[in-house]
Nanobody, 123 residues
Framework: QVQLVESGGGSVQAGGSLRLSCAAS????????MGWFRQAPGKEREGVAA???????TYADSVKGRFTISQDNAKNTLYLQMNRLKPEDTAMYYCAASRFYPGSLQALRYNYWGQGTQVTVSS
Protein backbone atom coordinates (compact mmCIF):
# COMPACT_ATOMS: atom_id res chain seq x y z
CA GLN A 1 0.00 0.00 0.00
CA VAL A 2 1.11 3.55 -0.73
CA GLN A 3 0.22 6.75 1.11
CA LEU A 4 0.54 10.09 -0.65
CA VAL A 5 0.40 13.59 0.83
CA GLU A 6 0.52 16.70 -1.37
CA SER A 7 1.59 20.17 -0.33
CA GLY A 8 2.66 23.45 -1.88
CA GLY A 9 -0.59 24.70 -3.35
CA GLY A 10 -1.74 28.27 -2.97
CA SER A 11 -2.92 31.41 -4.71
CA VAL A 12 -0.75 33.21 -7.24
CA GLN A 13 -1.18 35.75 -9.99
CA ALA A 14 -0.96 34.79 -13.63
CA GLY A 15 2.64 34.44 -14.70
CA GLY A 16 3.75 33.28 -11.27
CA SER A 17 5.20 29.98 -10.12
CA LEU A 18 4.48 27.29 -7.57
CA ARG A 19 6.16 24.02 -6.67
CA LEU A 20 3.99 21.16 -5.51
CA SER A 21 5.38 18.31 -3.45
CA CYS A 22 4.04 14.83 -2.84
CA ALA A 23 5.47 12.85 0.05
CA ALA A 24 5.10 9.12 -0.44
CA SER A 25 5.28 6.35 2.08
CA UNK A 26 4.66 2.63 2.13
CA UNK A 27 6.85 -0.42 1.84
CA UNK A 28 6.10 -0.93 -1.86
CA UNK A 29 6.37 2.69 -2.97
CA UNK A 30 9.46 2.09 -5.11
CA UNK A 31 7.50 -0.27 -7.35
CA UNK A 32 5.08 2.43 -8.46
CA UNK A 33 5.14 4.96 -11.25
CA MET A 34 4.08 8.46 -10.29
CA GLY A 35 1.98 11.17 -11.85
CA TRP A 36 0.23 14.48 -11.25
CA PHE A 37 -3.41 15.12 -12.07
CA ARG A 38 -5.76 18.05 -11.65
CA GLN A 39 -9.47 18.61 -11.46
CA ALA A 40 -11.28 21.90 -11.85
CA PRO A 41 -14.87 22.37 -10.65
CA GLY A 42 -17.32 20.79 -13.08
CA LYS A 43 -14.57 19.16 -15.13
CA GLU A 44 -13.12 15.69 -15.38
CA ARG A 45 -9.84 14.83 -13.72
CA GLU A 46 -7.01 15.21 -16.22
CA GLY A 47 -3.46 14.01 -16.33
CA VAL A 48 -0.85 16.75 -16.11
CA ALA A 49 2.51 15.01 -15.95
CA ALA A 50 3.93 11.57 -15.23
CA UNK A 51 7.25 9.82 -14.79
CA UNK A 52 7.84 6.46 -16.46
CA UNK A 53 10.74 4.07 -16.72
CA UNK A 54 14.29 5.47 -16.64
CA UNK A 55 12.86 8.86 -15.69
CA UNK A 56 11.06 9.41 -18.98
CA UNK A 57 8.47 12.15 -18.55
CA THR A 58 5.09 12.75 -20.16
CA TYR A 59 3.16 16.01 -20.16
CA ALA A 60 -0.26 17.18 -21.17
CA ASP A 61 -0.08 19.54 -24.15
CA SER A 62 -1.58 22.34 -22.07
CA VAL A 63 1.40 22.39 -19.68
CA LYS A 64 4.34 21.46 -21.91
CA GLY A 65 7.17 23.94 -21.55
CA ARG A 66 5.71 25.38 -18.33
CA PHE A 67 5.52 22.46 -15.88
CA THR A 68 8.29 20.06 -14.86
CA ILE A 69 7.81 16.81 -12.99
CA SER A 70 10.68 15.37 -10.99
CA GLN A 71 11.29 12.78 -8.34
CA ASP A 72 13.73 12.53 -5.45
CA ASN A 73 13.89 8.84 -4.64
CA ALA A 74 16.10 9.40 -1.60
CA LYS A 75 13.36 11.53 -0.07
CA ASN A 76 10.41 9.55 -1.50
CA THR A 77 9.08 12.82 -2.86
CA LEU A 78 7.52 13.78 -6.16
CA TYR A 79 7.54 17.39 -7.35
CA LEU A 80 5.71 19.48 -9.89
CA GLN A 81 7.35 22.79 -10.73
CA MET A 82 4.76 25.06 -12.31
CA ASN A 83 5.92 28.21 -14.10
CA ARG A 84 4.11 30.86 -16.13
CA LEU A 85 0.86 29.87 -14.48
CA LYS A 86 -2.42 30.76 -16.16
CA PRO A 87 -5.93 31.18 -14.73
CA GLU A 88 -6.93 27.98 -16.54
CA ASP A 89 -4.43 26.09 -14.39
CA THR A 90 -6.70 26.68 -11.39
CA ALA A 91 -7.68 23.29 -9.99
CA MET A 92 -7.17 20.79 -7.22
CA TYR A 93 -3.91 18.98 -7.92
CA TYR A 94 -3.41 15.34 -6.98
CA CYS A 95 -0.43 13.05 -7.06
CA ALA A 96 -1.03 9.40 -7.81
CA ALA A 97 0.79 6.08 -8.01
CA SER A 98 0.40 3.49 -10.75
CA ARG A 99 1.63 -0.07 -10.37
CA PHE A 100 1.71 -1.08 -14.02
CA TYR A 101 1.51 1.94 -16.32
CA PRO A 102 4.68 4.03 -16.49
CA GLY A 103 4.19 7.53 -17.81
CA SER A 104 0.43 7.25 -18.21
CA LEU A 105 -1.83 10.29 -18.00
CA GLN A 106 -4.97 8.20 -17.64
CA ALA A 107 -6.46 8.43 -14.17
CA LEU A 108 -8.00 4.95 -14.36
CA ARG A 109 -4.50 3.44 -14.47
CA TYR A 110 -3.56 4.79 -11.06
CA ASN A 111 -4.07 2.81 -7.88
CA TYR A 112 -3.39 5.30 -5.07
CA TRP A 113 -4.21 8.99 -4.71
CA GLY A 114 -3.38 11.81 -2.35
CA GLN A 115 -5.96 14.15 -0.87
CA GLY A 116 -5.05 17.01 -3.20
CA THR A 117 -3.74 20.54 -2.90
CA GLN A 118 -5.55 23.58 -4.29
CA VAL A 119 -3.92 25.85 -6.86
CA THR A 120 -5.65 29.13 -7.70
CA VAL A 121 -4.31 31.47 -10.38
CA SER A 122 -5.81 34.92 -10.68
CA SER A 123 -5.65 37.13 -13.75
Amino acid sequence: QVQLVESGGGSVQAGGSLRLSCAASGSSYSRYYMGWFRQAPGKEREGVAAIGTLGHTTYADSVKGRFTISQDNAKNTLYLQMNRLKPEDTAMYYCAASRFYPGSLQALRYNYWGQGTQVTVSS
